[in-house]
């Protein structure tokens, strides 16, 4: 019997973590989520990087961070690991936000919205903005309490009440990962990473 | 119905306040700062309005006048509190009702009524003192909000304060109610008689409740399961089964449930119990600050249900780390001299600043709420 890999797990927000349990469920039984570490923004990822790093000796950590405005992974990375990296530790971006990695399954996310697929952005990881292109795809939707629970209420709000509710329900339910990593490239990389991760049977 | 405004002169901590209350509003604030005493103002219009209650009984309950007036307050010793209605989701006034509260300065220092005013949207259709109350004090003593032979034109008001609900449940109250005597407070608001609340509902009801309260609690202490309603020769009792290490699972009653499993409990009871406006003490106490973080949410999916408005106190950042929480529907209590000011998040310009550089509202605007000079504490203690 396969024994499953103890991993915890270090995200910006309820959406990014939705993501990351379905990503880890893609291979069934590799992984065991020992504990989730909610950073709520990515500062705090960030400034806490070097600890979840060295923790990494002991036991597998899977990071996940949004791109938004940097320039690209490589530059990210090389601006945040000012240390050498643990083998153990599974850091990933999100480009240019895990809103990219949502849409990626076109089919699934036009349903959810009730919207036609041509209406969901074909390249995600191109997207400058990801989460004011969802938004414009929930506006078009004629489910009611979908704009109601995912657009913001009032001046100057980024979200709705229920955007990290309402969307992580879609990531649980439908969310298919094998449609999401032929439309985005960086969640490509991110599966392929898992997928590979120790795979040589190495204890 | 919602409160989309109030005005407070003169109560308690605020000696002249006035603002924008939301379906969903979060108050914050240091310590004494009047978080509850604001709550306390929606309280004292309910006890106006129940059957059984009026002005004398709910000001009587507060320790009279001298107790419900701001220490702040100088030449204008009159309290007064007014609130308009909106229906739920529309900014449009449906209705207004202000009174003023004095007290005599000699003789039997009783509390009378200095004006009653009701408005039908912008109409004003009720202006006390008539010329009745002038002739006839004593009229002055009650309202007319508390009689129904006077309310007839204004009862969705009466009827609508009259079901709002304040919660607050003490653990200890709720799991040892024989060991704290004394009469029993009007609405129950620390949960002494919560069982009873449970008894009183229809077994119809109360299992459909409860077995949402088992959906959620099953998620967020998962060692407990299949939690139930329980009578024993007449004795009301919640009962779940506990899971331990051992192979078999045993069986708990309330007063064996953790502190946070039956705040946890009392919070969604009263989110599901009634439709009126539901006031909530501090919520997040004894919680685990990942549930804490999703309460906002879970508010927001009840209440939206019954277009019910929830105002809760809290001194949780947890709770504010909700990107879904708007800084409009955060009002910032901060004392000062002249009594307490209240501020929506969203006017003040560097809590706004905050949040554009990717902060929380939780981050951005509780530390505004802590003392000042806590350098201090353990240096002179």
Known sequence: MMISLPIKLVYEDDLSEAVMKKLLNAFPKKYLISASYNKHGFTAIKRDLKGYNHAARFTPFFVLTDLDQNECPPSLIREWMIFDKQPQLIFRVAVREVESWVMADRYGFAKFAAVAIKHIPDKPDDIHDSKAALFEVIKKSKIKELKEDILPHYPGDRIGPNYNGSLCGFVIQSWNVQRAIQKSPSLKRAFDHLQNFQKQGKK | MIISHIILKNWKNFRKIEVDLKQRTFIVGPNASGKSNFLDAFRFLRDIAIPGGGLQKAISDRGGVSKMRCLAARQTPEIVIGISLSEYGSKETIWKYEISIKQESRGRRQSYLNYEKVWRGDKLILNRPEDEDKSDKERLSQTYLEQINANREFRDIAKYLEKALYLHIVPQLLKYPVAFAGADLPGDPFGKGFLERLANTPEKTRNIWLKKIDTALRIAVPQLKELHYEDENGKPHLEAIYEHWRPDAGKQREEQF??????????????????????????????????????????????????????????????????????HEVLVLSPNKEGTKVEAAANIKEVRAMLDGGMTPGDAILPQTAPQNMEQLLLNI
Request: zero cysteines; charged letters at 25%; a positive charge.
């Open chain 2, 258 to 327: 953790s502190d946070g499993t039956l705040r946890m409990i009392g919070l969604l009871w009263a989110l599901q119990e009634g439709d009126g406006l539901l006031l909530l003490e501090e919520p997040e106490l004894s919680l685990n600050a990942a549930i804490i973080s999703k309460l906002p949410a879970l508010i927001y999916k009840i209440q939206k249900q019954k277009k019910r408005q929830v105002i809760m106190t809290s001194h949780s950042a947890d709770l504010l780390r909700d990107r879904g929480v708007s800084l």
